[in-house]
């Protein structure tokens, strides 16, 4: 796609034969049911209309509770430390077995949060949730980038980040549904229906097959080769074999993947892959999905606020995301990040500007119209967050490293997306006192840059083979071509990356020049 300076890439190589099986289908839409997991922990965390002071009347404060913030924050501070180990057993055991794992953590979680008697229970079950996450979220993008077909990569990777939007729905639900019920035991009964995913994960890594990339890597070559021809649909494998035999000899040079990384080939990916966490975070999202059952009450909806709002928001999240899985592989991810951030930055900037004029710290005179207005631009924000940067912000660094260092760099990705994740879980309720309605200036300005960041600096990485980025993508983008050194890629391997003279060297130069 043309823009930001990036030309696509010719025919330097080739697209592998490969049908949509449904072995494919079947074991991406298993793998991604650690998306709702994952979703359904995010959602049973938020608790709308509860204030640390019952006497404190204000529209912005009311909800400024730090051992609330605390405690839902620690989840993603477990998963945080569980992605290292799970870059361990990704490289080493595959990303089968690491699945299984996070299922483990998560049905074991669910028992004790389902269980707990006091509040230290309730923090191990929720510790024990946090490292399902940080296993899911290692394994489960690698495994749906890898087993899928180059052309329908984008929209089988993004089945991660629907089931996510359908988990949140699904705990708004809940939370609403046993809030009503008498006796107490409502919370229980919310916490144990986590057990629901929880065995659809691991039901769904017991059934999947491992990745042809994952096996050959562990040097299991006659199994590799026998799962790629069962999940491809076709004989005609040898050409995508051969690919995935020479990056696993490549990988397997490599001893130390995380300190690889550092090397300034791996720059881009890095570059890239944090930006897009951190930016994930700063779209101003939860500003928008905590304030929605506010708006709604301010509306009319009084005290059904939080149920229509988990309805009617989760909803356009659900059915956005579907406009990604079917849009991202043939429009791209650069065009799909754009026009979100021109929808995202107009419907921040409106809401700012109608909260400013019309509601006070604490006054609810908030016209009906304005209203109604504030929750069109509030669906209009989730809307385009759902097809953009909440699917693109896991798939694309999923697809970008090579081999050797790919586990190793989707954990760098958790691990930034859960710092930021709870950088924002842990402040946004005390920005949300201080800034009042500046918050969504403050999250529109970011918005304004991760989009400048897209124009120039992101390389469509749309009908790539993943094996191909380093040559296809990255070598011939206008920036990040003049980090990939194929002299640093011999005294690292021993041989220059694409094993293929005619491709010539990546900045430009005749290799005579550089002597």
Same mark, same amino acid.
């Given at each position: 796609m043309p823009g930001?300076?990036?030309?696509?890439?010719?025919?330097?190589?080739?697209?592998?034969?490969?049908?949509?099986?449904?072995?494919?289908?079947? /074991?991406?839409?298993?793998?991604?049911?650690?998306?709702?997991?994952?979703g359904y922990d995010v959602g049973i965390s938020e608790v709308y209309g509860k204030t640390q002071d019952p006497n404190l009347n204000s529209n912005?404060?009311?909800?400024?509770?730090?051992?609330?913030?605390?405690?839902?924050?620690? &989840?993603?501070?477990?998963g945080l430390v569980a992605t290292f180990f799970a870059s361990w057993t990704t490289r080493n055991l595959g990303r089968k077995p690491t699945m299984l794992i996070a299922g483990f953590f998560f049905l074991v979680g669910v028992v004790i949060n389902a269980a707990a008697q006091d509040l230290a229970m309730l923090i191990i079950g929720r510790v024990l949730l946090g490292c399902g996450v940080g296993f899911a979220n290692q394994a489960v993008p690698l495994f749906l980038s890898e087993i899928a077909p180059t052309r329908i990569r984008g929209g089988l990777n993004i089945l991660f980040?629907?089931?996510?939007?359908?988990?949140? @729905?699904?705990?708004?639900?809940?939370?609403?549904?046993?809030?009503?019920?008498?006796?107490?035991?409502?919370?229980?009964?919310?916490?144990?229906?986590?057990?629901?995913?929880?065995?659809?994960?691991?039901?769904?890594?017991?059934?999947?097959?491992?990745?042809?990339?994952?096996?050959?890597?562990?040097?299991? @070559?006659?199994?590799?080769?026998?799962?790629?021809?069962?999940?491809?649909?076709?004989?005609?494998?040898?050409?995508?074999f051969l690919e995935l035999v020479e990056a696993s000899r490549v990988a397997k040079e490599v001893k130390h993947p995380f300190?690889?990384?550092?090397?300034?080939?791996?720059?881009?990916?890095?570059?890239?892959?944090?930006?897009? =966490?951190? !930016?994930?975070?700063?779209?101003?999202?939860?500003?928008?999905?905590f304030y929605a059952p506010v708006l709604f009450d301010t509306v009319g909806f009084g005290s059904d606020a939080s149920l229509y709002s988990a309805v009617i928001i989760g909803a356009v999240n659900v059915l956005s995301t579907c406009v990604s899985i079917y849009s991202v592989d043939k429009i791209g991810r650069r065009m799909l990040l754009l026009e979100a951030?021109?929808?995202?930055?107009?419907?921040?900037?409106?809401?700012?500007?109608?909260?400013?004029?019309?509601?006070?710290?604490?006054?609810?005179? @908030?016209?009906?119209?304005?209203?109604?207005?504030?929750?069109?631009?509030?669906?209009?924000?989730?809307s385009a967050f759902a097809w953009s940067w909440g699917p693109l912000g896991w798939l694309i660094p999923s697809e970008t490293f090579?081999?050797?260092?790919?586990?190793?760099?989707?954990?760098?990705?958790?691990?930034?997306?859960?710092?930021?994740?709870?950088?924002?879980? =842990?402040?946004?309720?005390?920005? @949300?006192?201080?800034?009042? !309605?500046?918050?969504?200036l403050f999250f529109s300005s970011?918005?304004?840059?991760?989009?400048?960041?897209?124009?120039?600096?992101?390389?469509?990485?749309?009908?790539?083979?993943?094996?191909?980025?380093?040559?296809?993508?990255?070598?011939?983008?206008?920036?990040w071509k003049r980090f990939m050194d194929d002299n640093e890629e011999v005294a690292a391997t021993g041989t220059i990356g694409?094993? /293929?003279?005619?491709?010539?060297?990546?900045?430009? &130069?005749?290799?005579? /020049?550089?002597?």
């Open positions: 930001g300076g990036f030309a696509p890439a010719k025919a330097g190589g080739v697209e592998f034969e490969a049908k949509i099986t449904p072995i494919v289908i079947l /074991s991406c839409i298993m793998a991604a049911t650690g998306g709702l997991m994952f912005y404060c009311k909800y400024d509770n730090q051992n609330l913030q605390m405690f839902t924050s620690s &989840l993603y501070l477990a980040q629907l089931n996510v939007t359908i988990g949140i @729905l699904f705990a708004n639900l809940v939370n609403y549904g046993t809030a009503k019920i008498k006796g107490g035991w409502g919370w229980r009964l919310s916490l144990g229906l986590a057990g629901f995913p929880a065995l659809l994960l691991t039901a769904g890594a017991l059934l999947v097959l491992e990745t042809p990339n994952s096996l050959i890597e562990r040097g299991r @070559l006659d199994e590799g080769k026998t799962v790629l021809r069962k999940i491809r649909g076709t004989d005609n494998i040898e050409p995508e300190r690889n990384l550092l090397k300034r080939r791996n720059w881009p990916q890095i570059a890239i892959t944090i930006a897009l =966490q951190i !930016f994930q975070q700063f779209t101003g999202i939860n500003a928008i999905m951030g021109v929808q995202m930055f107009f419907s921040q900037v409106v809401i700012a500007i109608i909260l400013g004029i019309k509601v006070t710290d604490n006054s609810n005179d @908030l016209h009906r119209g304005f209203a109604v207005l504030v929750v069109l631009m509030v669906c209009t924000f989730v090579p081999l050797e260092t790919r586990s190793a760099g989707q954990s760098v990705t958790v691990c930034v997306n859960l710092i930021f994740t709870f950088v924002m879980a =842990q402040s946004f309720l005390s920005m @949300l006192c201080t800034l009042k !309605f500046g918050i969504f970011w918005v304004f840059i991760m989009s400048i960041f897209v124009v120039f600096l992101l390389p469509e990485t749309k009908n790539i083979p993943i094996e191909e980025m380093t040559e296809r993508v990255w070598k011939k983008h206008w920036f694409d094993h /293929s003279p005619q491709k010539g060297h990546s900045n430009g &130069l005749d290799p005579a /020049s550089q002597l």
